[in-house]
């Protein structure tokens, strides 16, 4: 119960991790990429998405699913997937 309650606090704090940057998706629309410009852009945007979540959750300490959860929402929320 404890670590669903953290993985659900986890998931509100992510939305906000990344309120100041556009998605990737955003962005690569507003430079109007297409083609294999488009599909490399995307591909940085995410690994840096990652990175950033992986060291968010290191940051608040979340291991297990809490971890988990929190790091897949926060890319995707990055991603605009």
Same mark, same amino acid.
Not at 30 to 55: Q, R, V
């Given at each position: 119960? =404890? *670590? @669903? /309650?953290?993985?659900?606090?986890? /998931?509100?704090?992510?939305?906000? !991790?990344? !309120?100041?940057?556009? +998605? #990737?998706?955003?962005?690569? $629309?507003? %430079? $109007? /990429?297409?083609?294999?410009? @488009? =599909?490399?852009?995307? +591909? %940085? #945007?995410? =690994?840096? !998405? %990652? *990175? $950033? #979540? +992986?060291?968010?959750? &290191?940051?608040?300490? /979340?291991?297990?699913? !809490?971890? +988990?959860?929190? *790091?897949? &929402? #926060?890319? =995707?929320d990055a991603t605009g997937e």
């Open positions: 119960m =404890k *670590t @669903l /309650l953290i993985a659900m606090m986890s /998931l509100a704090v992510c939305g906000s !991790a990344f !309120a100041d940057d556009a +998605t #990737c998706s955003a962005t690569a $629309k507003d %430079k $109007k /990429l297409a083609g294999a410009a @488009l =599909k490399s852009f995307m +591909t %940085k #945007c995410e =690994k840096d !998405a %990652k *990175t $950033k #979540c +992986t060291a968010g959750a &290191k940051e608040k300490k /979340l291991h297990g699913a !809490a971890e +988990t959860s929190f *790091t897949n &929402k #926060c890319v =995707k």
